[in-house]
């Protein structure tokens, strides 16, 4: 394989974006994985947009995370499969350009309000932000994916992640396939 194949895992909060990243180690030789959380500002208060009514910030906007970074991060990889995978990746233009392969995974209100109630964030997340910000976030996002993005691969995140990750395997077997 000449050409480094870009994989992304877009989509929900606490769908299973990094356990379906993390997996492919263990199919693929030679993958290189980038988190987007692994970008977020360090000094958080001068690029996060705050949130006074929660004595918060907005950690679920693009604007949150050192997108230029990350990108110098990708453009070092040597790896044959490159898998990126973050909230928001595919607010980047430049990123939503490089995917070879893009999965976005969708879930319901519940279930990851569920999920995301049972970790634990670093500051706290204060009551409400999740239906006030994290969520509608990430339906604008899911919208703007349904009409720029046609040929994203959606996976439901109450399926397994052993499902998910078997969808995301084959993806990736089939385009190896036909660029051979």
């Not at 970008?39 to 009514?53: A, G, K, Q, R, V």
């Not at 906007?61 to 990889?77: G, N």
């Not at 009551?127 to 994203?152: Q, R």
Request: aromatic share 10%.
């Amino acid at each position: 394989m000449a050409k480094q194949l870009v994989i992304v895992i877009a989509g929900v909060t606490c769908g299973g974006k990094t356990t379906i990243a993390n997996r492919l180690t263990n199919t693929f030789n030679d993958v290189s994985i980038l988190h987007q959380d692994d970008f977020y500002y360090t000094n958080y208060e001068d690029h996060l947009e705050s949130i006074p009514e929660l004595n918060y910030h907005a950690w679920d906007k693009i604007s949150a995370y050192d997108m230029d970074k990350m990108m110098a991060t990708i453009d070092s990889q040597t790896s044959n499969i490159l898998v990126l995978e973050g909230i928001l990746l595919l607010d980047d233009i430049r990123i939503f350009n490089l995917a070879d392969l893009t999965f976005f995974i969708v879930l319901d209100k519940k279930n990851c309000r569920d999920r995301r109630v049972a970790r634990t964030y670093l500051p706290p997340e204060p009551s409400g932000y999740f239906d006030k910000y994290a969520w509608p976030e990430y339906v604008n996002h899911l919208e703007m994916i349904k009409k720029k993005k046609p040929d994203v691969i959606f996976l439901n995140g109450s399926d397994s992640i052993d499902f998910n990750t078997s969808i995301v395997v084959n993806h990736i077997n089939q385009l190896v396939l036909n660029l051979k």
